[in-house]
């Protein structure tokens, strides 16, 4: 089964290049089988990476962190689905 982890946040005003930068440097404790970066009118960034072998979508999978308060401009949103 696969699992996709979505995180999108919405940059503070004129900093949507920073958290794309931001967003492009995160690594996490383990490399997902795929992993893409999208950026959006309204300085918003999208990051989904797709999990394999796990068969739940509570499984704990390592995820992007929330980043500093002062780059975005409201809370992050996180969404998880498994592949039907």
Do not use: C, N, Y
Not at 8 to 31: D, S
Request: charged share 30%; net charge negative; no cysteine.
């Amino acid at each position: 089964m696969t699992i996709a982890l979505m995180w999108e946040a919405k940059a503070a005003e004129g900093r949507g290049e920073e958290l794309l930068r931001w967003a492009r440097g995160q690594r996490l404790a383990t490399e997902p089988s795929r992993r893409e970066t999208f950026a959006a009118p309204g300085d918003r960034v999208l990051v989904i990476t797709w999990w394999e072998g796990e068969d739940e979508v509570s499984a704990e999978l390592p995820e992007l962190p929330t980043p500093e308060s002062d780059l975005i401009a409201r809370p992050v949103h996180r969404w998880r689905f498994r592949q039907v």
